[in-house]
Every structure is written in C-alpha cells, then in structure tokens.
C-alpha cells in the first residue's frame, strides 16, 4: 500500500508564489515516477507536471516557465513550486505516483492517487 498525503494549499494573490508537498509512505519502493494533476470546478483533469525516476520533467504548457516540479527521494517528498500564479491556477491540486519509470504526462498510467490540497488565485 502506498499513501500519498498533499500540502501547502492556500489562498495567494495573483502573481504570487506557493510551494506544495506530497508526503509518501508505505510500500515507497515501488513509486518511480510522480507528478501532479489538478481539477477546478467544471472542468476536466490536468495533468500539469511530472518527474521521472531519474529526474526527468516534463510540464503542460500551461505552467511551463512558471512550476517547477522536484522531489526528494531520501524524504519520500515531491514538491511543486508554483510561481507567478493566475486566478485560472485555482484548483484542487493532487499528487500522485506510478511504478513506471517514465514521466509520463498521462493520468491513465498512474497508480496511486493522494486526496488533493486546494489552491485558490485571488486577482
């Protein structure tokens, strides 16, 4: 079993900066590749960014040049720092894992699923 537990949602302001964490325990070994979807109100999931096992990234166009997705393997931590934010940024923002190794940018091809942390871009 693997759990994968988010943080660090909040309200920011428009232009402004939050970082977000996902914890992971349980059967750790078998989590390669991570990354972080999200879903506002109405509209369809996003996969916005993942992280091969080797350090990979890959990122939607929508934040690329503004998230930065990292972890820390020795923590079981992976990270999103999210810069200059936009109201259209709001949304429920989830963590998850695969046993694949590959970043892959498909929800579909993941495992495991954490229980979301909410961000909400005030303009």
């Known amino acids: 079993q693997v759990q994968l537990v988010e943080s660090g949602g909040d309200l920011v302001q428009a232009g402004g900066s939050l970082r977000l964490s996902c914890a992971a325990s349980?059967?750790?070994?078998?989590?390669?590749?991570m990354g972080w979807y999200r879903q506002a109100p109405g509209k369809q999931r996003e996969l916005i960014a993942a992280?091969?096992?080797?350090?990979?990234?890959n990122y939607a166009d929508s934040v690329k040049g503004r998230f930065v997705i990292s972890r820390d393997k020795a923590k079981n931590t992976l990270y999103l720092q999210m810069n200059s934010l936009k109201s259209e940024d709001t949304a429920v923002y989830y963590c998850?894992?695969?046993?694949?190794?590959?970043?892959?940018?498909?929800?579909?091809?993941?495992?495991?699923w954490g229980q979301g942390t909410q961000v909400t871009v005030s303009s």
């Open positions: 992280i091969s096992s080797n350090g990979i990234t």
């Open positions: 998850i894992g695969r046993r694949g190794e590959r970043a892959s940018m498909s929800c579909a091809t993941y495992d495991y």
């Open positions: 349980g059967s750790t070994d078998s989590i390669n590749a």
